[in-house]
């Protein structure tokens, strides 16, 4: 079992950055694919981004790309999300996610490990 715990999310300004990060416990995440996923109100858990389990493979929503970054440092059993540029559709429950794979994984019902989420609200 891995648990994972988002950062605290917040309130920006749009055009504005917030980095979230997403911390494992129980198990080290160096063999498990992360990804991050998001959910606004009356809407279904998107995806946002992805990662594979050394970090060299990424994948990103057309609705992200070019503005937010995935990452992680395995050392620190942590990912991360670096959002630039926010607009005030990003709006939404971020959820952190984990699954044992070697892969990039963009579908949500792929993985197996969620965190609570954290809430971001930018505002125009």
């Known amino acids: 079992q891995v648990q994972l715990v988002e950062s605290r999310g917040g309130l920006v300004q749009a055009g504005g950055s917030l980095r979230l990060s997403c911390a494992a416990s129980g198990r080290t995440i160096s063999s498990y694919a992360m990804g991050w996923f998001r959910q606004a109100p009356g809407k279904e858990r998107e995806f946002v981004a992805a990662?594979?389990?050394?970090?060299?493979?990424?994948s990103y929503a057309d609705s992200v790309k070019g503005r937010f970054t995935i990452s992680r440092d395995n050392a620190k059993n942590t990912v991360y999300l670096q959002m630039n540029s926010l607009k005030p559709e990003d709006t939404a429950v971020y959820y952190c996610a984990a699954r044992i794979s070697a892969s990039v994984i963009i579908t949500r019902v792929a993985y197996d490990y969620w965190g609570q989420g954290t809430q971001v609200t930018v505002s125009s």
């Open positions: 990662i594979s389990r050394g970090g060299g493979r990424t």
